[in-house]
């Protein structure tokens, strides 16, 4: 996982983010926590392919995101 200075353009997301990699989800978590921009997967070295397909993948978002 590489930090990004710039949010990514949601038309590259796909070439950066893994989201099948078994890693995704702590990977998303640690550069939500340290605040980053975004982050790009693409040349990672413990990319390790997940059962699931990125389709299947759930989204899920903090209740504390939802308040108001």
Same mark, same amino acid.
């Given at each position: ?14 070439? /950066?983010?893994? #989201? ?7 990977c998303?978590?640690? &550069? @939500?926590?340290?605040? $980053? ?8 070295? /413990?990319?390790? #392919?997940?059962?699931?397909s ?6 899920? &978002? @903090?209740p504390?995101? $939802?308040?108001?």
């Amino acid at each position: 996982m590489k930090k990004m200075e710039n949010p990514l353009d949601m038309r590259n997301v796909s070439r /950066h983010r893994k #989201e099948n990699c078994i890693h995704y989800a702590s990977c998303l978590e640690e &550069a @939500s926590a340290m605040l $980053w921009p975004s982050f790009s997967c693409e040349r990672c070295k /413990h990319f390790a #392919e997940s059962e699931r397909s990125s389709q299947d993948y759930n989204r899920s &978002a @903090s209740p504390l995101g $939802w308040e108001i």
